[in-house]
């Protein structure tokens, strides 16, 4: 049903993608249905090493694609505000993990606004600490404490409702420097080439299992 329905697409194709590894096999089957032990020995083999080589990599990209977006109001772009981010993390001299956290807080910004903390938090939390991942989740309601007059609904103090908290301090922190903080035009930041080895490291940690909330 579903090749008689793409063959009706004006301009339809099928395509069968390339192997990242020219000796790597193609598994035999297709519909996770029909596949066998033979095709999950497969993929798990090769699924580790493609990984490992380019997941960062994946990131990567997805972040250098927010380099020439323009904004709606604010005077550097997303790409510039997280560099700024990172840079002042580092400068700082902040762990090799906050940094990249920094780098990448807002990756989600443009493609998930509403939910781009989560968004974060579910890119790297399996390669970052409990502290870091309970903050990226939440680190738009304490962006929200820096807001004086916003004209919609908005609650200054909702962060109020973690005060106590182990990592509460580390939330108000990041907001307070690294991210409302870190939106100036005149700040110099680091190229990103600083930064492409860290990241790289993060993601070659060991995910640890999380669970799905």
């Known amino acids: 049903m579903a090749d008689e329905v793409i063959n009706k697409i004006p301009g339809a194709t099928a395509t069968k993608s390339a192997l990242y590894r020219p000796e790597w096999s193609f598994v035999p089957h297709v519909g996770m249905d029909d596949m066998r032990r033979e095709d999950w020995d497969i993929l798990e083999a090769q ?4 990984l490992a080589e380019n997941q960062a990599d994946a990131v990567l990209r997805l972040f250098r694609t927010m380099e020439q977006e323009t904004t709606y109001g604010y005077q550097v772009n997303n790409y510039q505000h997280s560099l700024q981010s990172a840079t002042r993390a580092y400068l700082d001299g902040r762990e090799e993990e906050d940094i990249v956290v920094c780098l990448l807080h807002d990756i989600g910004f443009t493609v ?69 903080g870190a939106v100036d035009p005149k700040f110099e930041t680091a190229p990103v080439e600083l930064f492409v080895p860290m990241v790289r490291r993060i993601f070659q940690r060991s995910p640890r299992p999380l669970p799905i909330e």
């Open 112 to 180: 998930c606004p509403s939910r781009h903390g989560a968004f974060a938090a579910e890119l790297m939390g399996a390669y970052v600490s409990d502290r870091n991942r309970w903050m990226l989740q939440r680190h738009q309601v304490f962006g929200d404490h820096h807001v004086k007059e916003y004209p919609k609904l908005l609650d200054p103090e909702a962060r109020q409702k973690w005060r106590g908290h182990e990592f509460f301090d580390w939330g108000a922190e990041f907001a307070e420097k690294y991210d409302q």
């Open 47 to 50: 699924r580790p090493v493609y």
